[in-house]
């Protein structure tokens, strides 16, 4: 395949942290007259601990990443106590609690303070976890969540017993991962860039050769060239998905438990003169059929931030007709760039365009991609469409918006407006360096 949807790379990149979630005060736009917010417990669905080992040593201990976070950052939320109760564990496995945990008399129950709650989940607990002593492979237990917050429209939030857990598994085999990158930002075009790829196994068993996949956005090349490795793309005739280098290799170095192996050479990025907003998503798997333990750190994504530019553009027409003639009257979206421009983070489309039309007329063909959008507070008896773009805007992208408006009565200068903005919301286009063309003119009926 020649290129995979930012939905897909997504997805790869979320397998850095799979993590189970839970809302109970609703949603924090649910209404606007009510804000609300949601206190949430981040925690893996599974969890695989090794079998100790048969010499009577115990088994080593692998870290468990927890914590809260919110979802209105209208809302101050302090003071987060997650309760984390083990017992479901008994026979199978143990825990050592960090210093921010402090357990019940029986070593069961602790509840451990995360402080202050973002709204952007990062780790504020770190259990140690371990196969209890005689505990088979395959043997299973269950570690459960509650907790609670100040803060929010009702000055707590809080999850209820049960809603959360997380399954622990007695298992032995390779557990590869790669090494998690810093994300850059200010990255001038024409400048190479070392991939941190190291090659980890926290198994207990080798790993007898691994696979590699590598998926790069357009604005990025890769360009060391592995002999065991395929390429393809980027596909920039594809006008729906963003163009993508997609990469796989097949190497067969052991890598021991305890070990960690590098690339035969370094893996390098070339950020390219139409570079902006782009991502490398890579990931690591035990060669055959082998099982990882834990894929949780098997992938990663790497924000690669460009200083480029993107010049969006829109332009208008002028028409004339009779009343009752129907006539073209759209714009069309250019970008001049030189960069391409994508959300790699959430595959949403970047511009959006308004359009109101002119006075005096109605729409009675509108492009696919167009929609009724709301009254203008100006004049909120003049029709209004949002009009967006496929998830990437290629340099030198041109589209046509062909809208065929009936006149319904002559207006002469009926001048309607088109505007592209920030699909997002967003007061403007930080990347975009002229700000004057971002809007045009419809007129129908000029006089000049």
């Known amino acids: 395949m020649s290129s995979v949807s930012v939905g897909r790379v997504m997805r790869r990149g979320a397998c850095a942290g799979v993590v189970g979630a839970l809302v109970v005060a609703g949603a924090a736009f649910a209404d606007d007259s009510a804000p609300s917010d949601g206190l949430e417990i981040q925690a893996p669905y599974e969890q695989a601990v090794t079998v100790a080992p048969g010499d009577g040593t115990a088994a080593q201990y692998r870290s468990l990443a927890l914590g809260l976070q919110h979802y209105n950052s209208d809302f101050t939320v302090t003071d987060g106590k997650l309760t984390v109760d083990v017992s479901g564990l008994a026979g199978v496995a143990e825990v050592a609690w960090p210093d921010n945990c402090v357990p019940d008399a029986a070593g069961t129950v602790a509840v451990c303070d995360t402080g202050d709650v973002p709204v952007r989940y990062t780790p504020q607990v770190q259990l140690k976890v371990r196969a209890a002593a005689g505990a088979a492979v395959g ?6 969540y509650s907790a609670t917050a100040t803060g929010g429209p009702d000055g707590t939030l809080t999850v209820p017993e049960y809603s959360a857990e997380t399954s622990v598994t007695v298992a032995s085999g390779p557990d590869l991962g790669v090494t ?6 200010g990255v001038a075009p024409g400048t190479d860039l070392t991939v941190p790829f190291t090659v980890t196994n926290t198994g207990n068993e ?12 357009y604005g990025l090349d890769v360009t060391t060239r592995y002999p065991e490795c395929t390429y ?9 998905y963003p163009a993508m280098t997609y990469v796989t290799c097949s190497f067969d170095t052991d890598v021991a438990p305890g070990a960690a192996v590098e690339l035969p050479e370094p893996l390098r990025l070339a950020v390219t003169d139409h570079a902006l907003y782009e991502r490398f998503d890579y990931e690591v ?30 332009h208008g027409t002028e028409v004339s007709g009779a009343a009752g003639d129907t006539v073209t009257a759209g714009f069309r979206f250019v970008n001049r760039g030189p960069a391409w421009v994508a959300d790699v983070a959430s595959g949403d489309p970047v511009p959006a365009i308004d359009y109101y039309l002119p006075p005096g ?11 009724t959008g709301s009254p203008s ?20 992208l041109k589209v046509d918006f062909p809208f065929r408006l009936r006149v319904d009565q002559v207006v002469p200068d009926a001048t309607g407006r088109v505007t592209v903005r920030p699909y997002d919301g967003s007061p403007s286009f930080a990347f975009d360096p002229d700000t004057g063309n971002n809007s045009a003119k419809v007129v129908v009926n000029p006089t000049d």
């Open 377 to 396: 507070a100006d004049d909120p008896a003049v029709p209004h469409y949002v009009c967006t773009l496929p998830t990437w805007t290629r340099p030198d």
């Open 232 to 240: 393809t793309g980027p596909d920039v005739d594809d006008a729906q």
């Open 139 to 144: 043997a299973q237990g269950a570690i459960e």
């Open 206 to 217: 080798t790993a007898h050769g691994f696979s590699v996949k590598l998926w790069a956005t």
């Open 180 to 185: 998690a990158p810093q994300d850059v930002t």
């Open 361 to 371: 007329t109605t729409a009675t063909s509108v492009p696919s991609t167009c929609r």
């Open 285 to 314: 798997e035990p060669a055959g059929d082998v099982t990882d333990l834990d894929t949780s750190d098997n992938g990663r994504a790497w924000h690669i931030s460009a200083d480029n530019t993107a010049d969006f553009a829109v």
